[in-house]
């Protein structure tokens, strides 16, 4: 999975609790990105990064935001868990210039 | 805003069959397109991409996709499938400013023996 791993790999939480999720990178890419797959909707962007203390929106950002103080690591919290962000959640690096982009094993988040 | 259409929810082929999985983009300039492939709970692969040249693009495991600009088409095919290329298939397309992914909503492939 191209150095990339996701802890952790599973949670089950309640609703109004804060998850926080880890990506980490082994590639020293620039670009992160946080996205959730849900059926019939494909993957969907959340947030990203383009540096070290520098990110920006998605399209589905609400209740989400994240965090990166260095290059290995974004990371993605909920701040009060709801229902609806049950989902799995990947972690991708790459996209500068004409490169690939490449997707960590992925999160099952189920919030009860 | 760019967007990308997988008009089928899923495929159905017989081993040894050729395959086609459609993948429809709107974007504006040029595309940079995507294959990815996904299995029973796995994370996403990625099988093969057009960034510009040859209107036919080769990628992993006997893939191939063929790019038309004047249908905005990006198929993804396969001369002849095999049982373990069941799975879930996305196209995507990049989004030159952020450099993050639009997809489509995916493409079951069955393949039967």
């Known amino acids: 999975d191209a150095g990339i791993t996701q802890s952790p790999r599973h949670k089950v939480t309640e609703t109004g609790t804060p998850v926080t999720l880890r990506c980490h990178q082994t590639?020293?890419?620039?670009?992160m990105y946080w996205y959730r797959q849900d059926p019939g909707h494909g993957l969907r962007l959340i947030h990203y990064s383009y540096g070290v203390k520098d990110t920006d929106k998605g399209e589905v950002s609400d209740g989400y935001s994240v965090s990166r103080s260095k290059t290995e690591d974004f990371l993605l919290t909920l701040e009060s868990a709801t229902s609806s962000q049950t989902s799995v959640y990947f972690c991708a690096i790459g996209g500068r210039g004409d490169e690939t982009q490449y997707f960590g094993p992925g999160t099952r988040l189920l919030v009860l | 805003a760019q967007s990308v259409a997988q008009p089928e929810d899923q495929v159905n082929v017989a081993e040894g069959n050729p395959l086609t999985v459609k993948c429809t983009y709107s974007v504006s300039g040029n595309p940079y397109l995507f294959w990815y492939v996904q299995y029973p709970n796995r994370g996403l692969q990625f099988l093969l991409k057009y960034i510009t040249g040859d209107n036919l693009v080769k990628g992993s495991y006997g893939f191939e996709a063929e790019f038309n600009k004047s249908q905005t088409s990006f198929h993804l095919k396969k001369p002849s499938a095999l049982v373990s290329d069941s799975a879930l298939y996305f196209c995507a397309v990049r989004d030159t400013g952020r450099r993050a992914l639009t997809f489509g909503s995916g493409t079951r492939l069955q393949v039967q023996p």
């Open positions: 590639e020293n890419h620039r670009y």
